[in-house]
């Protein structure tokens, strides 16, 4: 492409980023910054959490050392109420629907934090969610719900940070880790540990007799062996090759972009997952951390 379609194509993102976010300006201040005196750690999904879960429950002493951020359905665990997590953060539409495939569980989720909750907790939700999260809330005492605005950010590269900054955009939402990472940046942590962020999405693909693209989805409260699972878009049809590798590709971008955000920031992201396809963090030992 060259420098004047570039530039072309720049002002037209640009022009209707600006509108969108006059449209969307009750939003861009949900997220307020804080310098932060703790650390905090970023709990994912993947296996290896059930390690650190473990590590953190036979020492007492290190619950407390920084602040913690749970995803999805990590209230479903027992100890949910021992970790008391200070932020929660849910990103995917499947627990803002009154039917799907897992409604069940999902009502089930909702009960479990509205009943158990009983320690004050931010709770992020896109903000195209906001008033059906309120609903399931319905004012509840300690959890504090905030919509987070899910403008991606297209135009001039230049602008980038200062739109992600000023909330009035974001990087691309593709999954809750890139949501919450975002979201620990904007209140203002300074340091950032992830941990279960293997991101394995490409173990186990595979394309039945079906003609259905297949994938072993791994998570650190698994009880069985996983197996391969057929996967599907946000439209409830199956995933294309195609459709599935473009949004990987979303999700990996979109680290490098909050890489380089962090950076400008001044704020420190630390990888403690051994094994992780994430390469835009630094990497250390889950053992130098806690």
Not at 85 to 112: G, M, T
Not at 113 to 138: G, S
Not at 143 to 172: A, H, Q
Request: hydrophobic letters at 40%.
């Amino acid at each position: 492409m060259s420098r004047a379609m570039r530039f072309f194509k720049d002002i037209v993102f640009f022009c209707y980023l600006i509108l969108r976010v006059v449209k969307d300006r009750s939003y861009i201040n949900s997220l307020k910054y804080v310098k932060q005196d703790k650390p905090i750690s970023v709990f994912g999904n993947g296996p290896s959490l059930k390690n650190v879960i473990e590590k953190y429950l036979k020492d007492n002493s290190l619950r407390g050392k920084t602040d913690i951020m749970v995803l999805n359905f990590f209230a479903e665990q027992p100890c949910f109420k021992l970790f008391m997590p200070k932020h929660y953060c849910l990103a995917d539409p499947v627990f803002f629907r009154s039917q799907s495939e897992i409604s069940e569980r999902v009502n089930q989720f909702w009960d479990i934090l509205r009943n158990e909750t009983d320690w004050c907790m931010n709770l992020y939700v896109p903000r195209h969610f906001e008033k059906w999260a309120r609903q399931q809330i319905d004012g509840h005492k300690f959890i504090k719900i905030i919509s987070v605005n899910f403008t991606e950010y297209k135009g001039f590269e230049s602008l980038r940070n200062f739109f992600y900054k000023k909330n009035y955009c974001t990087p691309i939402m593709q999954t809750v880790i890139n949501m919450a990472i975002y979201v620990a940046i904007n209140v203002g942590y300074r340091t950032i540990y992830l941990h279960g962020v293997e991101h394995s999405f490409f173990d186990g693909i595979c394309v039945n007799s079906d003609n259905q693209l297949c994938v072993v989805n791994k998570h650190f409260y698994d009880k069985t062996k996983p197996v391969k699972n057929v996967i599907f878009n946000d439209k409830g049809q199956p995933m294309k090759v195609s459709e599935y590798l473009s949004a990987i590709t979303k999700m990996f971008l979109s680290h490098d972009l909050l890489s380089e955000y962090a950076k400008k920031m001044g704020v420190s992201i630390y990888n403690c997952t051994q094994g992780s396809m994430i390469d835009s963090y630094s990497r250390i030992n889950m053992n130098d951390v806690i």
